[in-house]
Every structure is written in structure tokens, then in C-alpha cells.
């Protein structure tokens, strides 16, 4: 006999069907589903672990190892344990120990004649199965949580006996003790991370009972003097109007070198109330408008490439890849470029231009190469375009194989797109700034992915192609996308953009994201909950080398913008203390959380409040003089309303 089981199995059929057009979903699934909390108290977390026997082969010598040892897919000549993981929100208290209790195995004998049969030494076999079934990571920190890497290898090989057990059923028991984390947190959560933390963390509620928020806040560290441009303080007030608290400084403040910008943001981060969610780059990584970036190759540099990248301003607790900021790079080198980018901005979030260009809100250019790069690159573009026409998207335009492909991606960028994704190689299938600069789309401004080699080298090209993307135009005649994310360096790999890719747009969709950072943010992280074990340091590397260009606040479209209406007086006499504000949909059905924004002279009447599930929101303020209330509304996919109320 050559296995036996240690318990009863029942009539149990698990099939794993691995459509390519969903395989993001079911990879995800594979190593993470099994893995769960199953109790959390002030004195223990169990986290429970389940895979079903019947997924391996113990039938068939030639298949058994095949549902265990894989071809390490980041190695040429390497194996590696199929290993179970998710990220798990810990809790202030630091765990003492922990037990592994198996509640059920399956015994697999002759092991040594098996490996022979699957084609593995022994030599190879010793060196697997020498490690740990459970393994629990230092703490780390993402803003105001604790999180923990949870990893399960659920084999046990005993030599002696020559047996294999494959653990199909556990619980680890981890017990709290009294000492702290000694991390310095957030006390109030931020709505910009809480959605982020859904799916990405396996324990995190959404349980708002006693949680207090923060209000909106960015930072914006500016190069040279641009700080004075008109046009960039235009934005400042926009940014104002949908409830920001903004804080800038020059890098005259701040100092010239990345490390003392990241001090200087981490001194905000640490001590402003309300704390920078978002901080913004304001200037290209050399140039008149210089602010530093980060260079890290990570042992990856097989070009000699510098290996830009802005992620270690987003890590400012803790040694780990968990931003507490999210941060951006409006990547600007004249002062044209910042009137041409600030106007696209606002214009894009107001939806200025809704009447004329109503059919773009609906249309996505889809596009893989998969001559060099391979088939994974289809199944990308497939799993998005799923996701598009989930979300009703009418018109998702997608090129994956032919000739032309410059000429099909400049033709779609022209004809007005939301979104515009590219996953190919080196060189963009010949679509460079040329194209770009060539299309005439106005104000039909894509949010731009194009994860490939050489696409976000920012600091080692004048004009990265995803720097194009965002300065191109004029004030006039605004050209190219509203941000864009591209890949610096030729080091890439095809598994990581793929992933990244993937999570950016499962993030703005699934997950209700709002803005161009949290959707990058989602993509790394994704990317980090799907090898947490950082193999390689290729997640860090990744990390790094994809960088935003475009503001990371700018607030995305998802849908054409619904109409919304505000009700409010135009006027109230001097001494009134108190506004009450309705906000309504176009059916004049209540929406809740729209977020309502109250500004008077330089900030002596500042508030911003979200509707309850009436659409109502009530302020109440003090102030010294009569004058003018403005009065804003935004919320997800609405086009927003600005209006005035005089008091008298």
C-alpha cells in the first residue's frame, strides 16, 4: 500500500478549472484561500489552514510530487515547496509562541522510489523538505496596522520511515503577550487605505464602530520655484475644494537629497494633524524643478540602468514594503508643463467637458504583444478586459496579435479612451512620445499602464514614455493621459508587470478605489500577497522600479460622470451658525457619503463632512466677518458641484 490516510475521507471533489482568463483570480485563490483567521481575542489569534487530499495525485508515481514540488518559476535550475501564505493583521500585542496542532494528514510511503519515478534526486529532496511547516514574519506596518506574513508548508518528511506527510488540515495557536508593538501609529484611520486593506490583509474589518477618520490630506514637495506657479496653486485649490488639507514646502525646505525629503516627510507624516495621506513630487528627478529620487537595483541590473524610483518615500514605519504614504510624481521640467498638467487635471475631475465627450467615459484600448513577451501577456489584457465588461464598460477595444500594433495603439489614444493598458516588451511595439504627441484626443485623457521594459525610466530619460504621457499637450490643446504608470529599467519580468497590472484595475473596480495612487499601491501590493516571502528581492525590486507619473490624488473615472444635486442657501444672515446641506442623485434618490466641503477666506471657515444615508450633512462653524461661503460636493463617478452662499 502506498499511502494511507489518517482520517476518513468522505466523498470530497474539489476541481481547480484554470480558465487562463481567470487564472489571476484562481492563483490568488490557490495560495491564499486555504489560510484563515478563525479566532482573534486579546489573548490569542488561531489561524486555520485546509487544502483537500484529492488535489494531489496519490494514485500515479509519475504525478504524486507534482502538486508539491514546482519549478521555481524566479530560478533557471531551482525548486521550490508548494507554499500556502496571506498577510494577516496582528494587533498591537506581540506574540510569544505558538503550537501546531494537525487535525489531519495523508501518508504518502516509498518516497525515495517516487522521486526517482517524478524525475527528483534525493539530494534535491533533503533540501525541500528541512523547513519549517509554519512560519510567522517580524511584524511590519501599513500606516495605522500591524501585519504579519502567515506562510504554511504543509509537508512533513520523515526520513527514517521514508513517508511523506501532506498535512490537509491545522491550526496554529499564537498567544499574545503583554509586551506592545513598538511601532509609532496612526491613531486615526484613513479612508484612502481602508479600502486598500480589503482582500490584501485576511482578517481586516470593516467594523466602523468607535473607528475615527482623518480628514483628506496631501503633501506636495516642490522643485525649484514652482511652488509660486499660478497654475500649480490653482490646484492646490481644487485639491482644497474636495476637502483636502494641503501642506507644500520647496525643496528648499526640505533639502535637495532623497534622504531629507524622506525625513521631512516622515516628520509630517509623524507630527501634522490631520496626517498626508498622499505626497506628490512636484518636479522630474533632475532638471530646473529638481526633487531626488531613490536608485536600487535590488542585484537585478543586468543593463546598467539607474534603477529610479520614488517607493521608499511611501515607507516611512518599519523595514518593509507597506507604504504609509502614497506617492506620486507630477514630473515637470519648464513651468508650461506644470500649467499644461495642472489644467488637465482639474478639467479631467470636473468633468468639464462631460456634454461633448460623453462616449469616451465608456471606451478602454486593451493591448499584448505576445511575441516576445509570451501568452501571459493575453491572459492580462483578457482578465481586465472581464473586468471592464463586468463594470459595463461599452466599447473595450483590445489588439493582441497582427502587425501595426503602433499605428492601432496611436489610433485609439486619438479616437479618446478611459483607460489605455500595454503589456509587451521593450520598445512598446514601436509606440513611443512621437505617438503620443501625434494624437489629438483633447480632453479624452486615459490613465495610462504600460508595464514594460524602459517605459518609466524618469531620471534616466529627459521624457520617459510615461512622462509623455502626462506633459504632453498644451494648455489649449491637451494631449496624451491624465497620469501613467510605466517600468524604468530593462530588468523587468513578464510574472510581476502582469500581477501589478492586474491589481491596479481589480483595485479601482472590485475594491472601489478612487484615485491614480491607491491604484498603484493595490497593484504592488497584490503583487507583494502573492509571493510575501519577497523571493529574490524581485517584489522589492518591482516595487521600486514602477513609479506613478501624475498627481497621486487625481481622482479616476470608472463610469460617464452621473449628474448630482446640491441643496443649499444661497445666503444666511451674519451670526448663523449652523448649515444644513442636502445632496441628491439625478433621480433625487439621497446619496450617502458624497464629501461636502465648506471654505470662507483663507481657511477661517474650513470643514469637510460626508452625507449620511439620508444625503444630509449638517456644519457648524464660527467666524468674525461677512463674506462668501464656497461650497463644494464630489463623490465617486458623479461630476461634481461648486457653488457660493453669501452671508450678509
Excluded at 362 to 375: P, T
Amino acid at each position: 500500500m502506498l499511502y494511507r490516510v489518517n482520517i476518513k475521507l468522505f466523498d470530497i471533489m474539489r476541481t481547480f478549472t484554470l480558465n487562463c482568463t481567470i487564472l489571476f483570480i484562481l492563483f490568488h485563490a490557490l495560495l491564499c484561500g486555504m489560510i484563515q483567521v478563525e479566532q482573534q481575542t486579546g489573548e490569542k489569534m488561531i489561524i486555520g489552514f485546509t487544502q483537500d487530499a484529492l488535489s494531489y495525485d496519490l494514485q500515479t508515481d509519475e504525478n504524486i510530487l507534482g502538486g508539491i514540488v514546482e519549478i521555481d518559476s524566479l530560478s533557471e535550475n531551482e525548486y521550490t515547496l508548494r507554499t500556502f501564505s496571506a498577510i494577516i493583521e496582528k494587533g498591537r500585542k506581540q506574540f510569544t509562541d505558538h503550537e501546531i496542532i494537525i487535525k489531519q494528514s495523508v501518508i504518502v510511503q516509498n518516497v525515495t522510489e517516487r522521486l526517482g519515478s517524478a524525475g527528483f534526486s534525493s539530494s534535491i529532496w533533503n533540501t525541500l523538505f528541512f523547513r519549517p511547516v509554519f512560519n510567522l514574519s517580524e511584524s511590519m506596518v501599513m500606516r495605522e496596522i500591524i501585519v504579519s506574513t502567515v506562510s504554511v508548508v504543509p509537508y512533513r518528511y520523515d526520513q527514517s520511515l521514508d513517508e511523506l506527510e501532506i498535512i490537509t488540515d491545522l491550526e496554529i495557536h499564537c498567544n499574545y503577550g503583554d509586551e506592545i508593538e513598538p511601532f509609532d501609529l496612526s491613531l486615526k484611520r484613513s479612508r484612502s487605505f481602508e479600502n486598500i486593506y480589503r482582500d490584501i490583509i485576511l482578517n481586516f474589518t470593516e467594523d466602523t464602530r468607535d473607528v475615527e477618520y482623518q480628514d483628506p490630506a496631501i503633501l506636495y514637495i516642490c522643485g525649484g520655484n514652482i511652488i509660486d506657479n499660478t497654475s500649480f496653486q490653482e490646484l492646490i485649490g481644487w485639491r482644497k475644494k474636495q476637502g483636502f488639507t494641503v501642506y507644500t514646502a520647496s525643496t528648499g525646505e526640505t533639502g535637495s537629497s532623497s534622504s531629507s525629503i524622506k525625513n521631512y516627510i516622515y516628520n509630517a507624516y509623524t507630527n501634522y494633524d490631520p496626517k498626508p495621506e498622499y505626497v506628490a513630487l512636484v518636479g522630474d528627478a533632475n532638471g530646473s524643478y529638481t526633487v531626488s529620487t531613490f536608485y536600487e537595483c535590488w542585484n537585478h541590473d543586468y543593463w546598467g540602468d539607474p534603477c529610479e524610483g520614488d517607493q521608499p518615500y511611501g515607507e516611512l514605519v518599519g523595514d518593509d514594503l507597506f507604504p504609509e504614504v502614497i506617492v506620486g510624481r507630477i514630473s515637470i521640467r519648464s513651468s508650461d508643463e506644470m500649467n499644461v498638467i495642472a489644467n488637465k487635471i482639474i478639467n479631467y475631475e470636473k468633468a468639464t467637458n462631460l456634454n461633448d465627450i460623453s462616449g469616451y467615459y465608456e471606451r478602454a484600448a486593451l493591448i499584448a504583444d505576445a511575441s516576445v513577451s509570451g501568452q501571459s501577456t493575453i491572459i492580462t489584457t483578457q482578465y481586465v478586459e472581464q473586468i471592464l465588461d463586468q463594470y459595463g464598460f461599452e466599447d473595450i477595444r483590445i489588439k493582441t496579435s497582427g502587425s501595426g500594433y503602433d499605428n492601432w495603439m496611436e489610433d485609439q489614444l486619438e479616437d479618446g479612451v478611459l483607460f489605455f493598458q500595454y503589456r509587451g516588451f521593450n520598445g512598446a511595439s514601436g509606440f513611443d512620445n512621437n505617438s503620443i504627441n501625434y494624437s489629438n484626443n483633447g480632453h479624452m485623457l486615459p490613465f495610462a499602464s504600460i508595464l514594460t521594459c524602459n517605459t518609466g525610466g524618469f531620471a534616466e530619460d529627459n521624457t520617459s514614455l510615461s512622462e509623455a504621457f502626462l506633459r504632453a499637450g498644451s494648455v489649449s490643446n491637451p494631449k496624451g493621459g491624465i497620469a501613467a504608470v510605466g517600468t524604468a529599467t530593462g530588468n523587468t519580468h513578464t510574472i510581476f508587470n502582469n500581477i501589478i497590472c492586474m491589481g491596479m484595475v481589480s483595485g479601482l473596480f472590485n475594491k472601489d478605489l478612487q484615485t491614480a495612487g491607491q491604484a498603484l499601491v493595490n497593484g504592488k501590493l497584490e503583487m507583494l500577497n502573492t509571493y510575501p516571502t519577497n523571493p529574490y528581492n524581485w517584489i522589492s525590486a518591482f516595487s521600486q522600479w514602477n513609479s506613478l507619473m501624475g498627481d497621486p490624488a487625481t481622482h479616476l473615472w470608472t463610469d460617464t460622470p452621473q449628474i448630482m444635486t446640491l441643496n443649499f442657501p444661497n445666503e444666511i444672515s451674519f451670526g448663523t451658525k449652523y448649515l444644513d446641506v442636502t445632496v441628491h442623485n439625478e433621480n433625487g434618490l439621497p446619496l450617502e457619503n458624497a464629501r461636502v466641503t465648506l471654505i470662507k477666506d483663507s481657511d477661517e471657515i474650513f470643514q469637510t463632512r460626508l452625507t449620511d444615508e439620508d444625503g444630509f450633512v449638517r456644519f457648524a462653524f464660527n467666524y468674525n466677518n461677512d463674506g462668501i461661503l464656497t461650497i463644494t460636493t464630489i463623490k465617486k463617478n458623479y461630476k461634481p458641484v461648486e457653488g457660493t452662499i453669501n452671508i450678509i
